[in-house]
């Protein structure tokens, strides 16, 4: 028995795992040319402006805002707020002219190189993991019907307490994460459990602005999932499960009608599953 009781997760650890697994990613530095810098800026400003003069805001009000700034830098929380609240306008204006699967966001955990797994595969998880079984099957096609073979289905998702591995203490490693290759037909199968709602962390600043605006934390339950293949465009999605906690209302907005699963009961009896499949646009 190797299970750790994980302790207490709170905002600034978890926000700050997740800043250093944002710095530690290689993204290609966009080069941007004075000219749109200049007009995204402005614009920017210009309807920060537009508000500061509509609704009168008062110093003390500016101020409130510089302290809470300050804080979310220092609770780590940027990636957390900039996912939760703006990523999926950048993602919608990114994939506009996809055919083939809807993407949505990535947030703010995922981490690459999981553990690769064959094209049937249980993920990683402890003993004693809680939580309903759930069997995720499904084939990896392109846009013109081909069957996809060795396409990288790459999945994370949340504990059955609405935690990551890696970001909220106690976890094992990879708990929850893996790299499944698929098969020569495109198929893959993998066994895991079902997450829970995850819930923004409720003691940092992005807590503070939920609780002072009077909004609610919540996520639905979701799978994460990139999925790649040669000469084909990665995509980057999540899955819902139709009927969950707040896939009505989203605190990140991220849910499509294409992304909601309805897992029936399993054929052997063991919790749910569900078929889903997933087209690649070419690259
Ligand atoms: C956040 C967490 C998630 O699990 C997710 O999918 C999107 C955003 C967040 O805490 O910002
Ligand atoms: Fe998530």
Redesign the pocket.
Same mark, same amino acid.
């Given at each position: 028995m190797t299970d750790i009781t994980p302790e207490v997760a709170t905002a600034s650890a978890?926000g700050n795992a &997740?800043t250093d697994s944002f710095a530690r990613k290689q993204r290609e530095v966009a080069s941007t040319s004075a000219e749109r810098v200049d007009a995204l800026v402005s614009e920017l400003l210009s309807a920060a402006h537009d508000t500061i003069r509509r609704h009168k805001v008062t110093y003390a009000e500016y101020d409130v805002l510089k302290s809470w700034l300050i804080q979310v830098g220092q609770d780590g929380e940027w990636? *957390?707020? *900039?996912?939760?609240w703006l /990523?999926h306008v950048v993602e919608e204006v990114a994939n506009e002219n996809r055919e083939g699967s809807k993407g949505t @966001? /990535?947030?703010? !955990?995922y981490v690459p190189d999981a553990p690769r797994l064959p094209a049937e595969a249980t993920l990683p998880m402890r003993e004693s993991e809680g939580g309903t079984p759930f069997l995720f099957q499904g084939q990896v096609t392109s846009v013109d019907g081909a069957p996809l073979a060795g396409a990288l289905v790459e999945i994370w998702h &949340?504990d059955n307490d609405g935690f !990551?591995s890696q970001f909220a203490p106690g976890l094992p490693e990879w708990n929850l994460r893996g790299a499944v290759v698929a098969d020569d037909q495109g198929n893959f199968k993998i066994h895991t459990i079902e997450p829970a709602p !995850?819930q @923004?962390?409720t003691d940092g600043s992005?807590g503070k602005l939920i609780a002072a605006a009077g909004w609610h934390a919540w996520?639905p339950a979701?799978l994460?999932l990139k999925v790649s293949a040669s000469d084909h465009q990665l995509i980057t999605t999540?899955l819902y499960f139709q009927g969950g906690s707040h896939v009505e209302d989203d605190i &990140?907005s991220?849910v499509k009608p294409e992304l909601i699963l309805a897992p029936k009961p399993a054929t052997d009896g063991s919790g749910n599953e569900v078929t889903y499949d997933f087209v690649l646009d070419k690259a």
């Open positions: 978890s &997740a990636p *957390l707020f *900039l996912d939760v /990523e @966001i /990535e947030g703010p !955990y &949340a !990551y !995850y @923004i962390p992005c996520r979701h994460h999540q &990140a991220a």
